[in-house]
Nanobody, 122 residues
């Protein structure tokens, strides 16, 4: 299971750090990703990280503002979000891919967390 946390209400230009804790099995050999879904929109890719943490990949909309990282000893993945914008408002989901390499495609992820809501006010 994946448990996402850290969402909340923040003003534009503020920061939040999301966490995704894995339990029940180890995800240290899996690539991990963050996705988001805004009201009335489809789920979209945000960021992904390889099992070693050496490779990361970001959506253009968040590049330079968001940072994905992981701590395999804690079975946890993080998403540091800086310079937040109202258009970042969404439910954020973490996901695990049963393969070591990064991917931006939701269908390549087999495990999903329940989501955490991020609301950015203008």
């Amino acid at each position: 299971q994946l448990q996402a946390s850290g969402g909340g209400l923040v003003q534009a230009a503020g920061s939040l750090r999301l966490s995704c804790a894995a339990s029940g099995r180890t995800f240290s050999s899996y690539a991990m990703g963050w996705f988001r879904q805004a009201p009335g929109k489809e789920r979209e890719f945000v960021a992904t990280i390889s099992w070693t943490g050496r490779t990361t990949y970001y959506a253009d909309s968040v590049k330079g503002r968001f940072t994905i990282s992981r701590d395999n000893a804690k079975n946890t993945v993080y998403l540091q979000m800086n310079s937040l914008k109202p258009e970042d408002t969404a439910v954020y989901y973490c996901a695990a891919r049963t393969a070591p390499h990064v991917s931006r495609w939701p269908y390549e992820y087999g495990y999903w967390g329940q989501g955490t809501l991020v609301t950015v006010s203008s």
